[in-house]
Antibody, heavy 123, light 107 residues
């Protein structure tokens, strides 16, 4: 069974930093594109960042470019999101997600989602 | 960036109804479209990929169609478990985008 378990969320002041971690299990982590998706309270889903299976390709939404960094450790089955210069508008539940495609480099939809971790940016 | 526009934003329906949700892309995405169902307080659930292929375990009353820029999700004979919010999402590239969501509520 695929499991994605996020941690690292919590309250933070504007301008602060957080590092989200996703522990993955139940599949061959090194073969899938992984994404962070977020959802602000009462709002829709927003793609945040993507990383290819071997970390060759990294992509960011314009709203977080230059402030967030995605990375992964395929040896330990972890996905990370380093978030710096946080703003109130970054307040959201952050989901760790797994792409369905077996290729590892071509997107195929999001098969699996973690339960999410809440990040609250407020003074 | 590719924009995804869903309509309607809210839909009131009764058990047994047939409902259709529309999703339009700002440029052609071929068939690289997925649909998700989300219930309050829960993570989204993957329903459909490549515009029309049901994910394993998804009831056959769900169906998807379309290509290019116009897509639809249809639920035949709406069941109590189907009242939720539905999102379309394009994956033509790594820079994914979601529609704004359609809340299917009880009439």
């Amino acid at each position: 069974e695929v499991q994605l378990a996020e941690s690292g969320g919590g309250p933070v002041k504007p301008g602060g930093s957080l590092r989200l971690t996703c522990a993955a299990s139940g599949f061959t982590f090194s073969t899938n594109i992984m994404y962070w998706i977020r959802q602000a309270p009462g709002k829709g889903l927003e793609w945040v960042s993507a990383i290819s299976s071997s970390s060759t390709y990294l992509y960011y939404a314009d709203s977080v470019k230059g402030r967030f960094t995605i990375s992964r450790d395929n040896a330990k089955n972890f996905l990370y999101l380093q978030m710096n210069s946080l703003r109130a508008e970054d307040t959201a539940v952050y989901y760790c997600t797994r792409d369905c495609s077996p290729s590892g480099d071509v997107p195929g939809g999001i098969c699996d989602w973690g339960q999410g971790t809440l990040v609250t940016v407020s003074s | 960036d590719i924009q995804m526009t869903q309509s309607p934003s809210t839909l009131s329906a009764s058990v047994g109804d047939r409902v259709t949700i529309t999703c339009r892309a700002s440029q052609s995405i071929s068939i690289w479209l997925a649909w998700y169902q989300q219930k309050p307080g829960k993570a989204p659930k993957f329903l459909i990929y490549k515009a029309s292929i049901l994910q394993s375990g998804v009831p056959s009353r769900f169906s998807g169609s379309g290509s290019g820029t116009h897509f639809t999700l249809t639920i035949n004979s709406l069941q109590p478990d189907d009242f939720a919010t539905y999102y379309c999402q394009q994956y033509n590239s790594y820079s994914l985008t979601f529609g704004g969501g359609t809340k299917v509520e009880i009439k």
